[in-house]
Protein backbone atom coordinates (compact mmCIF):
# COMPACT_ATOMS: atom_id res chain seq x y z
CA UNK A 1 0.00 0.00 0.00
CA UNK A 2 1.39 3.25 -0.92
CA UNK A 3 0.84 6.09 1.45
CA UNK A 4 2.29 10.21 1.51
CA UNK A 5 4.25 11.77 4.26
CA UNK A 6 5.05 15.27 4.54
CA UNK A 7 6.72 18.32 6.17
CA UNK A 8 7.86 21.37 6.71
CA UNK A 9 10.89 23.36 7.51
CA UNK A 10 11.59 27.13 7.59
CA UNK A 11 14.72 29.27 7.41
CA UNK A 12 16.06 31.31 9.84
CA UNK A 13 14.11 34.77 8.59
CA UNK A 14 10.75 33.42 8.25
CA UNK A 15 8.73 35.71 10.35
CA UNK A 16 7.17 33.11 12.52
CA UNK A 17 10.86 31.44 13.50
CA UNK A 18 12.48 34.52 14.01
CA UNK A 19 9.66 34.99 16.29
CA UNK A 20 10.62 31.87 18.03
CA UNK A 21 14.40 32.44 18.02
CA UNK A 22 13.90 35.97 19.96
CA UNK A 23 12.01 34.27 22.44
CA UNK A 24 14.32 31.53 22.90
CA UNK A 25 17.34 34.32 23.01
CA UNK A 26 15.67 35.79 25.61
CA UNK A 27 15.27 32.63 27.49
CA UNK A 28 18.76 31.50 27.27
CA UNK A 29 19.79 34.87 28.50
CA UNK A 30 17.71 34.62 31.76
CA UNK A 31 18.10 30.78 32.39
CA UNK A 32 22.12 31.66 32.31
CA UNK A 33 21.71 34.04 34.88
CA UNK A 34 18.99 32.61 36.45
CA UNK A 35 18.46 28.79 36.02
CA UNK A 36 15.39 28.66 38.21
CA UNK A 37 14.01 31.16 35.82
CA UNK A 38 9.93 30.82 34.93
CA UNK A 39 9.03 32.15 31.91
CA UNK A 40 6.78 32.52 29.10
CA UNK A 41 7.87 34.65 26.17
CA UNK A 42 5.81 35.69 23.39
CA UNK A 43 7.31 37.47 20.11
CA UNK A 44 5.12 40.03 18.17
CA UNK A 45 6.83 40.59 14.85
CA UNK A 46 5.73 43.42 12.21
CA UNK A 47 7.14 45.47 10.07
CA UNK A 48 9.90 47.90 11.63
CA UNK A 49 8.46 46.46 15.32
CA UNK A 50 9.25 43.77 17.49
CA UNK A 51 6.77 43.40 20.58
CA UNK A 52 7.63 41.16 23.39
CA UNK A 53 5.33 40.16 26.24
CA UNK A 54 4.35 36.97 28.31
CA UNK A 55 5.15 35.85 31.89
CA UNK A 56 8.33 36.12 34.10
CA UNK A 57 9.36 35.20 37.49
CA UNK A 58 13.56 35.38 38.21
CA UNK A 59 16.06 37.07 39.58
CA UNK A 60 18.12 37.71 36.60
CA UNK A 61 18.44 40.92 34.40
CA UNK A 62 18.49 41.00 30.72
CA UNK A 63 18.68 43.82 27.87
CA UNK A 64 15.84 42.87 25.91
CA UNK A 65 15.97 45.35 23.33
CA UNK A 66 19.86 44.50 23.01
CA UNK A 67 19.11 40.50 23.16
CA UNK A 68 16.21 41.14 19.86
CA UNK A 69 18.44 43.48 17.78
CA UNK A 70 21.61 41.36 18.38
CA UNK A 71 19.71 38.11 17.16
CA UNK A 72 18.21 40.13 14.21
CA UNK A 73 21.45 41.41 12.70
CA UNK A 74 22.62 37.20 13.61
CA UNK A 75 20.21 36.07 11.51
CA UNK A 76 20.33 38.13 8.58
CA UNK A 77 18.28 41.57 8.85
CA UNK A 78 21.21 43.91 8.34
CA UNK A 79 19.93 46.44 5.46
CA UNK A 80 17.37 48.66 5.49
CA UNK A 81 16.06 47.90 1.77
CA UNK A 82 14.36 44.04 3.61
CA UNK A 83 12.05 46.75 4.70
CA UNK A 84 13.55 45.86 8.94
CA UNK A 85 16.37 45.28 9.97
CA UNK A 86 18.39 44.74 13.68
CA UNK A 87 19.65 48.41 13.55
CA UNK A 88 16.12 50.18 13.26
CA UNK A 89 13.54 48.02 14.44
CA UNK A 90 11.43 49.46 17.24
CA UNK A 91 11.20 46.78 20.47
CA UNK A 92 8.47 47.10 22.88
CA UNK A 93 8.68 45.04 25.83
CA UNK A 94 4.90 44.19 27.47
CA UNK A 95 6.00 41.37 30.43
CA UNK A 96 4.22 41.37 33.23
CA UNK A 97 4.85 38.65 36.51
CA UNK A 98 3.57 35.44 36.78
CA UNK A 99 0.23 34.81 38.17
CA UNK A 100 0.45 34.29 41.98
CA UNK A 101 -2.24 31.96 41.52
CA UNK A 102 -0.40 30.06 39.60
CA UNK A 103 2.69 30.39 41.68
CA UNK A 104 0.85 29.34 44.31
CA UNK A 105 -1.88 26.99 43.21
CA UNK A 106 1.79 24.72 41.57
CA UNK A 107 2.89 22.53 44.29
CA UNK A 108 7.06 21.97 44.23
CA UNK A 109 6.93 19.44 41.43
CA UNK A 110 4.14 19.33 39.87
CA UNK A 111 3.40 19.89 36.34
CA UNK A 112 3.41 23.75 35.25
CA UNK A 113 0.59 23.50 32.75
CA UNK A 114 -2.04 21.38 31.46
CA UNK A 115 -1.31 19.73 28.13
CA UNK A 116 -1.28 16.56 25.63
CA UNK A 117 2.63 15.64 24.74
CA UNK A 118 3.59 13.83 21.56
CA UNK A 119 6.81 11.82 21.03
CA UNK A 120 7.85 9.96 17.77
CA UNK A 121 10.35 7.98 16.59
CA UNK A 122 10.77 5.45 12.95
CA UNK A 123 13.94 3.47 11.85
CA UNK A 124 13.48 5.06 8.35
CA UNK A 125 16.47 6.92 9.03
CA UNK A 126 19.86 6.73 11.06
CA UNK A 127 18.61 9.67 13.35
CA UNK A 128 14.60 8.09 13.81
CA UNK A 129 13.32 11.12 12.44
CA UNK A 130 10.76 10.88 9.31
CA UNK A 131 12.40 11.27 5.87
CA UNK A 132 10.27 14.32 4.77
CA UNK A 133 11.67 15.95 8.36
CA UNK A 134 15.32 15.37 7.36
CA UNK A 135 15.16 16.72 4.38
CA UNK A 136 13.30 19.75 4.39
CA UNK A 137 15.42 20.78 7.45
CA UNK A 138 18.25 20.04 5.51
CA UNK A 139 16.98 22.49 2.80
CA UNK A 140 16.51 25.30 5.04
CA UNK A 141 19.74 24.87 6.63
CA UNK A 142 22.09 24.98 4.09
CA UNK A 143 19.48 27.98 2.26
CA UNK A 144 20.88 29.67 5.71
CA UNK A 145 24.19 28.51 5.41
CA UNK A 146 25.54 29.45 1.65
CA UNK A 147 23.49 32.62 2.53
CA UNK A 148 25.17 33.52 5.30
CA UNK A 149 28.53 32.45 3.33
CA UNK A 150 27.72 33.82 0.69
CA UNK A 151 28.03 31.13 -1.45
CA UNK A 152 24.73 32.34 -3.21
CA UNK A 153 24.78 35.91 -2.32
CA UNK A 154 21.13 36.36 -4.46
CA UNK A 155 19.41 35.32 -1.01
CA UNK A 156 17.26 37.12 1.61
CA UNK A 157 16.48 35.74 5.00
CA UNK A 158 13.32 34.60 4.57
CA UNK A 159 12.22 31.07 2.94
CA UNK A 160 10.53 27.78 3.64
CA UNK A 161 10.55 23.83 2.30
CA UNK A 162 8.07 21.55 2.01
CA UNK A 163 8.71 18.14 1.04
CA UNK A 164 6.55 14.84 0.42
CA UNK A 165 7.77 11.70 0.10
CA UNK A 166 5.90 8.60 -1.18
CA UNK A 167 5.97 5.33 0.90
CA UNK A 168 5.45 1.90 0.04
CA UNK A 169 4.25 -0.58 2.93
CA UNK A 170 5.30 1.73 5.09
CA UNK A 171 8.77 2.55 3.76
CA UNK A 172 10.20 5.10 2.06
CA UNK A 173 9.97 5.04 -1.69
CA UNK A 174 10.92 7.88 -3.46
CA UNK A 175 10.31 11.56 -3.04
CA UNK A 176 7.20 13.09 -4.70
CA UNK A 177 7.90 16.76 -4.17
CA UNK A 178 9.88 19.21 -3.19
CA UNK A 179 8.91 22.66 -3.07
CA UNK A 180 11.43 25.51 -1.82
CA UNK A 181 10.42 29.09 -2.04
CA UNK A 182 13.08 31.63 -1.01
CA UNK A 183 13.51 35.69 -0.68
CA UNK A 184 15.77 36.83 -3.28
CA UNK A 185 17.94 40.02 -4.27
CA UNK A 186 15.73 42.06 -7.67
CA UNK A 187 18.81 42.05 -9.94
CA UNK A 188 18.47 37.91 -9.89
CA UNK A 189 16.10 36.37 -12.87
CA UNK A 190 13.68 33.41 -12.11
CA UNK A 191 15.34 31.19 -14.71
CA UNK A 192 18.86 31.61 -12.81
CA UNK A 193 17.02 31.55 -9.39
CA UNK A 194 15.70 27.97 -10.10
CA UNK A 195 18.58 26.71 -11.47
CA UNK A 196 20.95 27.54 -9.15
CA UNK A 197 18.48 26.17 -6.00
CA UNK A 198 18.11 23.03 -8.01
CA UNK A 199 21.82 22.16 -8.79
CA UNK A 200 23.26 23.70 -5.83
CA UNK A 201 20.86 22.75 -3.28
CA UNK A 202 17.86 20.06 -3.69
CA UNK A 203 20.16 17.71 -5.53
CA UNK A 204 22.54 18.33 -3.23
CA UNK A 205 20.52 17.25 -0.29
CA UNK A 206 18.31 14.36 -1.61
CA UNK A 207 19.89 11.29 -2.25
CA UNK A 208 19.75 10.61 -5.90
CA UNK A 209 18.11 7.30 -5.86
CA UNK A 210 15.14 9.00 -4.29
CA UNK A 211 14.57 11.21 -6.99
CA UNK A 212 12.97 10.24 -10.51
CA UNK A 213 11.37 11.30 -13.81
CA UNK A 214 7.91 12.02 -11.87
CA UNK A 215 9.27 13.75 -9.02
CA UNK A 216 8.19 17.60 -8.60
CA UNK A 217 10.34 20.00 -7.99
CA UNK A 218 8.86 23.48 -7.16
CA UNK A 219 10.50 26.64 -6.95
CA UNK A 220 9.29 29.59 -6.04
CA UNK A 221 6.00 28.72 -8.35
CA UNK A 222 4.37 32.66 -8.37
CA UNK A 223 7.76 34.02 -9.21
CA UNK A 224 9.69 36.91 -7.79
CA UNK A 225 10.44 36.88 -3.87
CA UNK A 226 11.72 40.09 -3.30
CA UNK A 227 9.62 41.45 -0.74
CA UNK A 228 9.61 38.99 2.54
CA UNK A 229 10.40 38.52 6.01
CA UNK A 230 8.27 40.89 8.53
CA UNK A 231 7.93 43.38 5.75
CA UNK A 232 5.74 41.33 3.87
CA UNK A 233 4.17 39.44 7.22
CA UNK A 234 3.58 39.13 10.43
CA UNK A 235 5.41 36.64 12.52
CA UNK A 236 4.10 35.16 16.04
CA UNK A 237 5.95 32.60 18.41
CA UNK A 238 4.69 29.19 18.38
CA UNK A 239 2.85 28.70 14.62
CA UNK A 240 5.19 26.52 13.40
CA UNK A 241 4.55 23.54 15.55
CA UNK A 242 4.64 20.87 12.86
CA UNK A 243 7.71 21.99 11.71
CA UNK A 244 9.52 21.87 14.72
CA UNK A 245 8.63 18.52 15.31
CA UNK A 246 7.37 15.43 13.30
CA UNK A 247 5.70 16.99 9.92
CA UNK A 248 2.41 14.53 9.11
CA UNK A 249 3.84 11.40 10.08
CA UNK A 250 3.12 11.78 13.86
CA UNK A 251 -0.05 13.99 15.46
CA UNK A 252 0.77 17.32 17.42
CA UNK A 253 -0.13 17.53 20.65
CA UNK A 254 -0.65 21.11 19.80
CA UNK A 255 1.33 23.15 21.98
CA UNK A 256 4.09 25.32 21.00
CA UNK A 257 7.62 24.92 22.51
CA UNK A 258 9.69 28.18 22.05
CA UNK A 259 9.90 30.93 25.22
CA UNK A 260 9.07 28.32 27.70
CA UNK A 261 11.54 27.45 30.50
CA UNK A 262 11.49 23.39 31.34
CA UNK A 263 8.77 23.75 34.48
CA UNK A 264 6.26 24.22 30.96
CA UNK A 265 5.84 20.62 31.23
CA UNK A 266 4.14 21.04 27.33
CA UNK A 267 8.27 21.58 25.74
CA UNK A 268 9.95 19.42 28.31
CA UNK A 269 7.62 16.39 28.34
CA UNK A 270 7.70 16.82 24.28
CA UNK A 271 11.29 16.08 24.95
CA UNK A 272 10.96 13.34 27.01
CA UNK A 273 8.25 11.44 24.54
CA UNK A 274 10.42 11.27 21.79
CA UNK A 275 13.29 10.07 24.16
CA UNK A 276 10.98 7.26 25.08
CA UNK A 277 9.41 6.73 21.41
CA UNK A 278 13.76 6.76 20.12
CA UNK A 279 14.78 4.35 22.47
CA UNK A 280 11.62 2.07 21.81
CA UNK A 281 12.18 2.00 18.28
CA UNK A 282 16.17 1.84 18.68
CA UNK A 283 15.91 -1.34 21.24
CA UNK A 284 13.72 -3.00 18.40
CA UNK A 285 10.74 -3.65 19.91
CA UNK A 286 9.00 -1.71 16.94
CA UNK A 287 9.98 -0.31 13.62
CA UNK A 288 8.14 3.25 14.82
CA UNK A 289 6.63 4.41 18.34
CA UNK A 290 4.43 6.96 18.88
CA UNK A 291 4.14 8.17 22.73
CA UNK A 292 1.18 10.16 24.28
CA UNK A 293 1.50 11.74 27.79
CA UNK A 294 -1.70 13.74 29.02
CA UNK A 295 -0.27 16.08 32.10
CA UNK A 296 -2.41 17.99 34.26
CA UNK A 297 -1.73 21.30 36.04
CA UNK A 298 -0.12 20.68 39.59
CA UNK A 299 0.01 17.24 39.18
CA UNK A 300 2.98 15.63 39.85
CA UNK A 301 2.85 12.41 37.13
CA UNK A 302 0.86 12.17 33.56
CA UNK A 303 -2.69 11.51 33.99
CA UNK A 304 -2.35 9.36 30.91
CA UNK A 305 0.23 7.21 29.25
CA UNK A 306 0.12 5.68 25.68
CA UNK A 307 2.15 4.10 23.76
CA UNK A 308 1.52 2.66 19.79
CA UNK A 309 4.00 0.50 18.42
CA UNK A 310 3.56 -1.77 15.21
CA UNK A 311 4.14 -5.25 17.08
CA UNK A 312 2.34 -7.24 19.28
CA UNK A 313 3.96 -6.78 21.85
CA UNK A 314 2.23 -6.71 25.80
CA UNK A 315 1.52 -2.60 25.53
CA UNK A 316 0.45 -2.71 29.68
CA UNK A 317 3.88 -4.44 30.24
CA UNK A 318 5.77 -1.84 27.80
CA UNK A 319 4.39 1.00 29.81
CA UNK A 320 4.64 -0.74 33.27
CA UNK A 321 8.35 -0.73 32.18
CA UNK A 322 8.88 2.79 30.39
CA UNK A 323 7.41 4.10 34.01
CA UNK A 324 10.06 1.30 35.85
CA UNK A 325 12.50 3.16 33.56
CA UNK A 326 12.21 7.02 33.10
CA UNK A 327 10.33 9.51 35.83
CA UNK A 328 7.90 11.37 34.18
CA UNK A 329 7.14 13.75 36.66
CA UNK A 330 8.31 17.37 36.08
CA UNK A 331 11.52 17.48 38.16
CA UNK A 332 12.38 13.98 37.20
CA UNK A 333 12.22 15.19 33.33
CA UNK A 334 14.13 18.40 33.63
CA UNK A 335 17.16 16.57 35.70
CA UNK A 336 17.72 13.15 32.81
CA UNK A 337 17.54 16.07 30.00
CA UNK A 338 19.72 18.51 32.78
CA UNK A 339 17.58 21.34 30.57
CA UNK A 340 18.41 24.16 33.57
CA UNK A 341 20.65 25.58 30.83
CA UNK A 342 20.87 27.83 27.99
CA UNK A 343 20.16 25.37 25.09
CA UNK A 344 17.09 26.46 23.83
CA UNK A 345 17.90 29.18 21.18
CA UNK A 346 19.39 26.72 19.06
CA UNK A 347 16.47 24.47 19.29
CA UNK A 348 14.30 26.56 17.90
CA UNK A 349 15.62 26.26 14.25
CA UNK A 350 15.73 23.22 11.90
CA UNK A 351 13.43 21.31 13.91
CA UNK A 352 13.53 20.39 17.89
CA UNK A 353 14.63 16.24 16.96
CA UNK A 354 16.85 14.24 15.28
CA UNK A 355 19.81 17.15 15.80
CA UNK A 356 23.31 16.11 16.09
CA UNK A 357 24.22 18.17 19.22
CA UNK A 358 25.55 17.40 22.54
CA UNK A 359 23.29 19.78 24.26
CA UNK A 360 20.21 17.82 23.08
CA UNK A 361 20.06 15.06 25.69
CA UNK A 362 16.52 13.85 24.97
CA UNK A 363 18.32 12.41 21.40
CA UNK A 364 21.41 10.23 22.91
CA UNK A 365 20.54 6.45 23.53
CA UNK A 366 21.76 5.01 26.41
CA UNK A 367 22.30 1.15 26.13
CA UNK A 368 21.39 0.21 29.40
CA UNK A 369 18.17 1.80 28.84
CA UNK A 370 17.60 -0.51 25.66
CA UNK A 371 19.20 -3.31 27.37
CA UNK A 372 16.31 -3.07 29.56
CA UNK A 373 13.52 -2.97 27.05
CA UNK A 374 14.94 -5.80 24.77
CA UNK A 375 13.41 -7.63 27.76
CA UNK A 376 9.75 -6.90 27.44
Known amino acids: ?28 ELI ?41 IEIGYTKPEYGFDGYTAGVITTISD ?30 YMPLACNIANEITFTLDEMRKDDFLPFLRPD ?17 DSVTVLIQHEPYITEFDLRDEIEKKIVKKVIPEELIDEKTKIIINPIGRFVIGGPMADTGLTGRKTIADAYGTAAPSGGSA ?34 VELVYIIGMEYPV ?16 KKIKDIFDLS ?6 RLNLRRPIYKKTSMYGHFGRKDEDFIWEQLDNKILRELKDV
Open 32 to 72: RKDPYTKASIETLITTGLVHISGELSTDAYVDIPEIVRGTL
Open 159 to 175: GKSIVVVEYENNRPLRV
Open 257 to 290: FSGKDPTKIDRSASYMARCIAKHIVASGISKEAT
Open 1 to 28: MKRLKSSESVCQGHPDKIADILSDAILD
Open 98 to 127: QSPELALGIPSGGAGDTCIVVGYATDETEN
Open 330 to 335: PSGIIE
Open 304 to 319: SIDIKVDTDIDREKLI
